[in-house]
């Protein structure tokens, strides 16, 4: 795996010498980080943040790894716990765009709080406490026909009373060191993590006021100590309760460094101070890196001078945590210090344009929403009833995947620190820095050579890996493995793969759904004489629902609940929910029709040849032809020539044998019974671009039916242009091999993908057969609008419930560049 490395810098500063070899070493090292050892990070936008026993979870999932979209995982896991992490629900999602979507349907004897965890494969190589996890408050399971109130164990820090504070001091750097001045910043909390402000001044032992303190944002702050030489100092504090309390400071070091940082403009300013009048280390050795990425290298002299200052630019870095690190020439960590990069320069712009906003009974909205940009984007947009959906909003796309996914320990609500540009802002952002540390990267470990060990390989989607037995090289030489993909709806896929002499095969990039039966025999094996030979152990690669993670390897954190009113919305209209369901259970049908639809033939044909992204699912935009349908089709020289003209947006330039097919510009994705038709490019060399001789040479009287797929197409993958392009897939007329019988061959079930279930939007413009109240709670979910150079407009239908008088939209997404945007507006 290959990954851009930001620039970097060697840097200069005050008392500096020049990079010397350690420079390469460290050059080499974060090389070898970044190529092979790449960490994803991944977060959830959910549809809402309070939910009733029985309902569904609504997710749109990023994956990221470091500051762009991800391309190593194929694959997300996602699941429900209950406090104890006990497995609830589990799904598995493929991944589209650095992207998943799915749901999950809580049960309905949960109450309390649930957990979503979600996370990759790769993800299982490093620490799990990066997975991601989110604490879902849930409303009680009725009694007396009546909701309970919510049972959690939580407290809401918004109300909360401290019974006790906790502090914890922080020396910028790491260390106190005797007769340095140092900035020390604390944090304080309750025993449940929730801040707690305070005053205070800090003694030596015997008694004398060296300085005094206070917080200034959610339980931190920050004071100046130089502390002398054998001395120890104590903190004494008062909470707003009045409670008073004690602690000791952390003893100073009698000899180190003290590093001291900051963020002024477009770069970091950084010093080394050293104690007494002969330093401990001639020079130290200066390493910032962001998301394993390294930015800058430098060698500080402190041999002639007591302080050395420096510059990290950082005009042509994302926005994101450094990680500054010095040094000892042997490679030994002696001070830290995280500070976090360019602010203002991580989101792009987006409007919403509300132009029919109708909050009556049943009534249709319309929302247009613009991206200007000419970058492609991936949004997910969530549009809620505000009066039970107006929960603090703790976390979101920007904390987690800018903040809270790389530092150690919790952070009371992160989104704060994205909420504006102010200055102030950045100085709490600061004291986060400084009261946190950086989680995913051992200096300690990766000097030494002790790299993460890889027990789980990048997926390409479902992949079925298999071993033959009793079977000698011999007999295997040349041999391949026939192989039928039999799904759920009895649609069959032939598949092929080449058996290696030791007996490993494999079928990888496929997405199914449910379970599958895969039928197989070896290749021209007429009387199955060598298949009935061999034993065959074939498994899926998706993960086991038994995963265990250690306890402790992740942490659950209470949520912000709503305002006591949200909360009694909330269950006023779970009760009516109810009362109305039981209602209609005892109704008596008068009478019952049952209306079956005939399938039409393409129906009938795309269930028969296509599968996965291919066939007609939610939210595929296609169009199917069949020869029949039009004499011109087989009246035709050949498919491009028939296809010029006739579908909007798509260019079609024939020159003798070769052509150009583009979708306003960008080449469209070519396949041939979902077989992709790319080829490697000499001109540039080593490009992967789509061949149309194929396809060219085709007699139209074998075509089946071609599907013409509007840009985006997911299926395309990492082939060509990823599908921007949109694509053609042509079918084939099913010969004798393709419809391969399976009758008598042996065969395993393999597991897929979570079923998709589309989400319920429904269209009141036709007359209403039903007489069922309508209590959507959640009035629209679309976890894929996507735009880019060609499309910056996406406008959305949905129609309002029975009484919602105020809707939330909330949207989320990112750019392929790694910029990140959050909206989010009341409508009235």
């Given at each position: 795996m290959k990954f851009n490395l930001l620039k970097t810098y060697l840097v200069f500063f005050t008392a500096l010498y020049s990079p010397d070899l350690n420079a390469q070493l460290f050059t080499e090292l974060f090389t070898k980080l970044n190529n092979e050892y790449r960490q994803e990070k991944v977060y959830l936008q959910v549809d809402r943040t309070l939910y009733n026993p029985g309902e569904t979870i609504w997710f749109k999932a990023y994956l990221f790894a470091g500051n762009f979209p991800s391309q190593i995982s194929k694959t997300l896991y996602t699941e429900l716990t209950d406090a104890k992490g006990k497995l609830l629900r589990r799904t598995t999602s493929p991944v589209i765009m650095s992207g998943a979507a799915g749901s999950i349907e809580i049960p309905r004897d949960v109450s309390g709080t649930v957990f979503v965890r979600s996370y990759t494969k790769w993800m299982l190589n490093f620490d799990s406490s990066f997975l991601y996890t989110k604490a879902i408050p849930i409303l009680a399971p009725q009694k007396d026909g009546k909701p309970s109130p919510v049972a959690t164990t939580q407290t809401n820090p918004l109300t909360a009373v401290s019974t006790s504070s906790v502090?914890?001091?922080?020396?910028?750097?790491?260390?106190?060191?005797?007769?340095?001045?140092?900035?020390?910043?604390?944090?304080?909390?309750?025993?449940?993590?929730?801040?707690?402000?305070?005053?205070?001044?800090?003694?030596?032992?015997?008694?004398?006021?060296?300085?005094?303190?206070?917080?200034?944002?959610?339980?931190?702050?920050?004071?100046?100590?130089?502390?002398?030489?054998?001395?120890?100092?104590?903190?004494?504090?008062?909470?707003?309760?009045?409670?008073?309390?004690?602690?000791?400071?952390?003893?100073?070091?009698?000899?180190?460094?003290?590093?001291?940082?900051?963020?002024?403009?477009?770069?970091?300013?950084?010093?080394?101070?050293?104690?007494?009048?002969?330093?401990?280390?001639?020079?130290?050795?200066?390493?910032?890196?962001?998301?394993?990425?390294?930015?800058?290298?430098?060698?500080?002299?402190?041999?002639?001078?007591?302080?050395?200052?420096?510059?990290?630019?950082?005009?042509?870095?994302?926005?994101?945590?450094?990680?500054?690190?010095?040094l000892s020439p042997d490679g030994k960590p002696l001070a830290e210090r995280i500070i976090f990069a360019n602010l203002i320069d991580y989101s792009f712009i987006a409007s919403i344009d509300a132009s029919i906003i109708d909050t009556g009974r049943r009534k249709k909205n319309i929302i247009r929403i613009d991206v200007p940009d000419t970058v492609p984007c991936n949004l997910s947009i969530a549009v809620t009833d505000a009066g039970i959906d107006a929960g603090a909003q703790e976390d979101n796309i920007y904390s987690r995947l800018l903040l809270t996914s790389d530092i150690k320990g919790y952070v009371f609500n992160p989104a704060y620190y994205f909420s504006n540009y102010e200055d102030s802002v950045a100085d709490h952002l600061d004291l986060v820095m400084m009261t946190n540390g950086w989680r995913r990267f051992k200096w300690d470990e990766i000097l030494a050579g002790h790299f993460p060990e890889l027990k789980y390989l990048p997926e390409n989607y479902i992949s079925i890996s298999g071993q033959v037995h009793g079977l000698n090289k011999t007999m295997l030489a040349g041999k391949e493995l026939n192989a039928v993909l039999e799904l759920k709806d009895k649609h069959r896929e032939f598949l092929n793969t080449p058996v290696l002499p030791e007996g490993k095969f494999n079928f990888e990039g496929m997405v199914f759904y449910d379970t599958a039966k895969l039928f197989y025999q070896f290749n021209k094996d007429k009387n199955k004489s060598l298949t009935s030979k061999a034993n065959f152990d074939?498994?899926?690669?998706?993960?086991?629902?038994?995963?265990?993670?250690?306890?402790?390897?992740?942490?659950?954190?209470?949520?912000?609940?709503?305002?006591?009113?949200?909360?009694?919305?909330?269950?006023?209209?779970?009760?009516?929910?109810?009362?109305?369901?039981?209602?209609?259970?005892?109704?008596?049908?008068?009478?019952?029709?049952?209306?079956?639809?005939?399938?039409?033939?393409?129906?009938?044909?795309?269930?028969?040849?296509?599968?996965?992204?291919?066939?007609?699912?939610?939210?595929?935009?296609?169009?199917?032809?069949?020869?029949?349908?039009?004499?011109?089709?087989?009246?035709?020289?050949?498919?491009?020539?028939?296809?010029?003209?006739?579908?909007?947006?798509?260019?079609?330039?024939?020159?003798?044998?070769?052509?150009?097919?583009?979708?306003?510009?960008i080449p469209t994705s070519l396949?041939?019974?979902?077989?992709?038709?790319?080829?490697?490019?000499?001109?540039?060399?080593?490009?992967?671009?789509?061949?149309?001789?194929?396809?060219?040479?085709?007699?139209?009287?074998?075509?089946?039916?071609?599907?013409?797929?509007?840009?985006?197409?997911?299926?395309?993958?990492?082939?060509?242009?990823?599908?921007?392009?949109?694509?053609?897939?042509?079918?084939?007329?099913?010969?004798?091999?393709?419809?391969?019988?399976?009758?008598?061959?042996?065969?395993?079930?393999?597991?897929?993908?979570?079923?998709?279930?589309?989400?319920?939007?429904?269209?009141?413009?036709?007359?209403?057969?039903?007489?069922?109240?309508?209590?959507?709670?959640?009035?629209?979910?679309?976890?894929?609008?996507?735009?880019?150079?060609?499309?910056?407009?996406?406008?959305?239908?949905?129609?309002?419930?029975?009484?919602?008088?105020?809707?939330?939209?909330?949207?989320?997404?990112?750019?392929?560049?790694?910029?990140?945007?959050?909206?989010?507006?009341?409508?009235?």
């Open positions: 502090i914890q001091f922080f020396p910028e750097g790491g260390d106190l060191v005797q007769d340095i001045e140092s900035r020390v910043a604390f944090k304080s909390t309750d025993q449940n993590g929730i801040p707690v402000n305070i005053t205070g001044e800090i003694i030596d032992l015997k008694g004398e006021k060296i300085t005094t303190f206070k917080s200034i944002h959610d339980g931190m702050g920050i004071f100046i100590l130089k502390p002398r030489e054998r001395e120890l100092y104590k903190a004494i504090w008062k909470d707003a309760q009045g409670g008073q309390y004690e602690k000791i400071l952390p003893a100073a070091k009698p000899t180190g460094i003290v590093l001291e940082a900051g963020y002024r403009g477009s770069q970091l300013e950084f010093k080394i101070k050293r104690s007494g009048n002969s330093p401990v280390y001639p020079y130290v050795n200066v390493i910032a890196q962001m998301n394993q990425q390294l930015m800058c290298i430098a060698k500080a002299d402190l041999e002639k001078s007591q302080v050395a200052r420096g510059i990290i630019p950082t005009e042509n870095s994302p926005a994101g945590i450094v990680h500054i690190t010095a074939i498994k899926s690669d998706l993960l086991a629902n038994d995963l265990y993670f250690q306890k402790g390897s992740f942490t659950f954190y209470g949520s912000l609940l709503p305002d006591t009113a949200t909360l009694e919305n909330a269950k006023e209209i779970f009760r009516i929910q109810q009362s109305e369901l039981e209602l209609h259970k005892i109704k008596t049908l008068k009478k019952v029709e049952v209306v079956t639809r005939v399938k039409s033939r393409q129906q009938q044909m795309d269930e028969e040849y296509t599968s996965g992204f291919f066939s007609n699912g939610p939210g595929v935009h296609s169009r199917t032809i069949l020869p029949e349908d039009d004499p011109a089709f087989l009246a035709s020289q050949n498919l491009f020539s028939y296809l010029q003209n006739r579908i909007a947006g798509l260019q079609i330039s024939i020159d003798g044998n070769d052509a150009s097919i583009t979708w306003r510009g396949f041939v019974d979902e077989v992709p038709q790319s080829a490697i490019s000499f001109n540039p060399p080593g490009k992967l671009v789509e061949n149309p001789s194929y396809i060219l040479s085709l007699p139209m009287s074998e075509i089946a039916m071609v599907k013409i797929f509007d840009p985006p197409f997911f299926g395309a993958g990492s082939v060509s242009y990823g599908g921007q392009g949109g694509a053609i897939s042509v079918y084939l007329k099913k010969g004798n091999e393709r419809t391969l019988l399976v009758k008598g061959l042996d065969y395993i079930t393999v597991p897929g993908y979570t079923a998709v279930r589309e989400f319920y939007s429904p269209d009141y413009s036709t007359p209403d057969r039903t007489d069922i109240p309508d209590y959507r709670s959640t009035l629209y979910w679309n976890p894929f609008v996507v735009t880019d150079k060609n499309k910056h407009q996406a406008v959305l239908h949905f129609y309002n419930n029975d009484y919602t008088k105020k809707m939330k939209i909330i949207i989320e997404g990112c750019r392929e560049d790694g910029k990140l945007i959050r909206i989010e507006k009341i409508l009235e």
